[in-house]
Nanobody, 124 residues
Framework: QLQLVESGGGLVQPGGSLRLSCIVSGFTLDYYAIGWFRQVPGKEREGVSC????????NYVDSVKGRFTISRDNAKKTVYLEMNSLKPEDTAVYYC?????????????????WGQGTQVTVSS
């Protein structure tokens, strides 16, 4: 059974940092691109970042460029999202998702397997 589990969310002050982890099971991570998405109640889920299956290419939405870094360790079956200089507008539930293939897109429709999400709250 394909499964993704996010962790690492929490409450952090503006300007702080968090590292989210996405641990996969039931499939070989090497053949999947992974994306990170976020959703605020009442709004559509938006793409944040993605990384290709080999980790050779990454993409970021403009609002997080220079602050967030996505990475992966296929041997540990884990994908990370390092978030720095956090802002209140980064508050959301963050999801990771898997897409079979080597190319990544920051588009929700491209992903077929989703985790349950982890809450990130940025507030003083």
């Amino acid at each position: 059974q394909l499964q993704l589990v996010e962790s690492g969310g929490g409450l952090v002050q503006p300007g702080g940092s968090l590292r989210l982890s996405c641990i996969v099971s039931g499939f070989t991570l090497d053949y999947y691109a992974i994306g990170w998405f976020r959703q605020v109640p009442g709004k559509e889920r938006e793409g944040v970042s993605c990384i290709t299956a080999t980790g050779s290419h990454t993409n970021y939405v403009d609002s997080v460029k220079g602050r967030f870094t996505i990475s992966r360790d296929n041997a540990k079956k884990t994908v990370y999202l390092e978030m720095n200089s956090l802002k209140p507008e980064d508050t959301a539930v963050y999801y990771c998702a898997a897409r079979p293939g080597f190319v990544c897109y920051i588009l929700t429709d491209e992903y077929s397997v989703w985790g349950q999400g982890t809450q990130v709250t940025v507030s003083s």
